[in-house]
């Protein structure tokens, strides 16, 4: 059996000049968690041209969804920025990550830290009713450099609120906090320095970051990946993965970026 199965593009939305999204079938043995990754791509000059992809669907959701810069030279979001409704994609068969719920040990609010198209697996995550059963209380945080670049989240979250079956438990439990670098916003600022000083909790008016009751995932740019884990340790945070829990995770497979 062929390590990838063949999928169709079934809608495609760009959100920027540099950000988009897309729609694809789900062969229906495809089996995955809420915040792993796949590799996915095109077949080029005969041969698959592949890259690690978050899933931004959920574990049970029919159709898979996908959420992507544009690298202008990259050799393969080059090409997939200029795919359409109908166009096919590959799709690796098994899905792996360590962005799950399994791989943190037991607390009672996680935090969602993301940048950039780091919110994929998160957007996963936040639709799949489990893990509003693990934590009283998730926080997704999405840096950005401009006010755009937000837009693919604050829809993703608004539609959630409005859901016929979710939308009680996002109300409840879902704290959404969009922040921005590069211009006037009412959030703004890196997303390591917002932990750091404390502000992002003064804003949502919650305590900070506290050992025994809170746990972390980390999906983004090279830069918070290096600096906020560190920050954690020193705090007594210890990183899990599939072999032992702990009370943090990092998403180390990266997109073009």
């Not at 829809?155 to 211009?183: A, M, N, W």
Request: net charge negative; charged share 25%.
């Amino acid at each position: 059996m062929s390590a990838f199965q063949t999928e169709t593009v079934l809608s495609v939305r760009h959100w920027t000049d540099s950000l988009f999204s897309f729609t694809a079938t789900r062969d229906p043995g495809f089996r995955f968690q809420s915040g792993q990754f796949a590799m996915i791509g095109l077949e080029v000059d005969g041969r698959p041209l592949l890259r690690a992809y978050s899933m931004a669907s959920a574990n049970h959701e029919e159709e898979l969804e996908f959420f992507s810069i544009k690298v202008p030279d990259g050799p393969l979001t080059s090409r997939l920025q200029k795919i359409k409704q109908g166009d096919q994609i590959l799709v690796g068969r098994k899905a792996t990550g360590t962005l799950i719920a399994g791989n943190l040990i037991p607390g009672k609010r996680l935090l969602l830290l993301s940048t950039g198209t780091g919110l994929a697996p998160f957007a996963s995550l936040i639709k799949d009713p489990e893990i509003y059963d693990l934590y009283e209380s998730i926080v997704l945080v999405h840096g950005c450099r401009q006010i755009p670049e937000l837009a693919y989240g604050e829809q993703l979250v608004e539609g959630l609120r409005g859901h016929e079956f979710l939308g009680d438990l996002i109300r409840d439990k879902l704290h959404y906090y969009p922040t921005v670098t590069r211009e006037p916003f009412r959030n703004r600022g890196r997303v390591t320095d917002l932990i750091a000083s404390g502000q992002l909790f003064d804003d949502l008016g919650q305590s900070g970051l506290d050992l025994e009751s809170d746990r972390v995932m980390l999906c983004g740019n090279p830069a918070m990946l290096a600096e906020l884990p560190a920050m954690l340790s020193e705090r007594g945070f210890r990183e899990g993965n599939h072999s032992e829990p702990g009370h943090f995770v990092v998403e180390k497979a990266f997109v073009e970026r």
